[in-house]
């Protein structure tokens, strides 16, 4: 057996190595030195300053949460434990068209509220940068710009078309971004704020990412009856431009539309433009209280509300019958609120996680005083329930989703594929006991089966709990080949 390369800090052994790539698991160890990866093979211990026994244990990539509105968490929880308790170790925020800069002087309205009061926001991103910086994270941050935030810092009216003069002014701010180190521009054209914005103002500004190689994210205009338009809406975008694009938390919302699936998935596999997407492990979905989303749900929960704080957690249907009033009357008594929505069909969820354009996210909301279970169980849901339980997916394939594939489209270098000279994002779990804990009811729950996490190769979860440290860093785009 060959000696420990050195100098190594930590030497994995024994572990099965599910390298991100979606080949075939291995029987190797992993050596450790400093932030990097020095060797994987079958290595002699003795002279590892370190040795973590994965005997019985998956070793892989630490997962990529590519769908966030992490954006003040990590400023104000920066151990990350929701995250890192899941073994996720990089997060990229700015989504559905909101972000925390650049923004400033302007009260935030929904769906910005998600992420704060008006005063947590930041007039640019070289400050937001600088207070992460400040802070230390736990785990690694790509930043995208908003959309939504863009039209807010602009605009003295967000139910209408910016003029040419407005989108200047946003392409401008898009520019300071991106030098600042962002990633690309999302959008959030479900929402009233952006909804407004024809086709041709999101191109002039999604055209302004080529020439920093940005990626387009986009929450489509509709997720509902017409969310196969919306889907052809957003690839013609990225043809267009030229700029890649995926489509948020893809889902056929409404019970009236569920199986749409079967059109949009071939409709996105079909794309001659880079065309991906994300999706959640849930039937639920979970935004700002609208009573758009209230008519085509199911089943309404509410997270949090600013006028009647004691009503979180609580059933709308009970709420209702408890005021002796309609749901329009309770929503307008509740607003400004969350809510969690049951409105989707499993088996669209589970054609969209088998397709091979599907990457992970939670699209957790940190804030919401009782939020949806899948900021804490997203990536243990899909292990535990979705693979092991279901046979939706291959360990192999799954783990490729929430790595390999999420670096390569996101432009995160040397990240998601455990490999020599490889940034040392590790995650280090049971393959027969990983499974999500969260639920609608007890929501902040850390999942079991996580064992050990490292960022950059510093240890941020062990024996249950963070360790506080926080080794995190800005991840910029590069472009990065299978």
């Given at each position: 057996m060959p000696a420990t390369p050195r100098p190594?800090?930590?030497?994995?052994?024994?572990?099965?190595?599910?390298?991100g790539t979606g080949q075939d698991a291995r029987r190797i160890d992993v050596a450790i030195a400093g932030d990097k990866i020095v060797g994987l093979g079958r290595y002699d211990?003795?002279?590892?300053?370190?040795v973590i026994d994965a005997d019985g244990r998956v070793v892989a990539p630490g997962f990529i949460d590519v769908h966030t509105h992490d954006d003040r968490a990590v400023l104000a929880s920066p151990e990350m434990t929701p995250k890192v308790s899941q073994g996720v170790t990089s997060v990229v925020t700015g989504n559905c068209g909101i972000s925390l800069a650049p923004l400033s002087g302007v009260a935030p309205i929904p769906p910005l509220n998600l992420l704060g009061s008006q005063d947590m926001f930041f007039a640019d991103f070289p400050a937001y940068f600088d207070a992460l910086s400040d802070v230390g994270v736990a785990v690694n941050v790509a930043a995208q710009v908003g959309h939504t935030t863009l039209r807010a810092r602009t605009m003295d009216r967000l139910d209408r078309a910016a003029t040419e003069r407005e989108i200047a002014g946003m392409a401008e701010a898009l520019d300071d971004a991106m030098v600042a180190g962002c990633i690309g521009l999302s959008t959030g054209l479900a929402?009233?704020?952006?909804?407004?914005?024809?086709?041709?103002?999101?191109?002039?500004?999604v055209h302004r990412l080529a020439r920093f190689n940005g990626i387009h994210t986009t929450h489509m205009r509709n997720e509902k009856d017409g969310v196969?338009?919306?889907?052809?809406?957003?690839?013609?975008?990225?043809?267009?431009?030229?700029?890649?694009?995926?489509?948020?938390?893809?889902?056929?919302?409404?019970?009236?539309?569920?199986?749409?699936t079967a059109q949009t998935l071939p409709l996105i596999a079909s794309a001659t433009h880079p065309v991906a997407l994300d999706v959640y492990p849930y039937t639920a979905s979970s935004t700002v209280l609208l009573e758009d989303h209230v008519r085509s749900a199911e089943r309404v929960l509410v997270t949090w509300s600013e006028s009647e704080p004691s009503q979180a957690g609580r059933d709308l249907a009970e709420i209702c019958s408890d005021w002796g009033c309609t749901v329009s009357e309770a929503v307008t008594r509740l607003l400004p609120a969350g809510a969690i929505y049951f409105q989707l069909d499993e088996a669209d969820l589970e054609r969209i996680i088998r397709t091979s354009e599907a990457m992970i996210g939670s699209d957790g909301l940190p804030h919401d005083a009782v939020p949806h279970p899948r900021l804490w169980g997203t990536f243990p849901r899909v292990l535990g329930r979705f693979v092991r339980s279901r046979g939706w997916l291959s360990l192999e394939a799954a783990?490729?989703?929430?790595?390999?594939?999420?670096?390569?489209?996101?432009g995160l270098a040397k990240r998601g594929v455990l490999a020599v000279g490889n940034f040392a994002d590790v995650v280090v779990f049971d393959p027969e006991t990983v499974l999500d804990i969260a639920t609608y009811s007890e929501p902040k729950a850390p999942a079991v089966g996580i064992e050990t996490v490292l960022v950059n190769g510093t240890v941020v979860w062990a024996n249950g709990a963070a360790t506080g440290a926080r080794p995190g860093r800005k991840l910029t785009r590069e472009r990065v080949v299978d």
């Open positions: 190594c800090d930590l030497l994995i052994r024994n572990g099965t190595v599910v390298d211990a003795s002279a590892a300053d370190r929402y009233p704020p952006a909804n407004a914005a024809p086709t041709e103002e999101i191109v002039a500004l196969v338009d919306s889907v052809r809406e957003t690839i013609s975008i990225g043809e267009v431009t030229g700029v890649p694009v995926v489509i948020s938390h893809h889902k056929c919302s409404g019970r009236a539309n569920w199986g749409q783990v490729h989703r929430m790595t390999g594939k999420s670096a390569r489209v996101f």
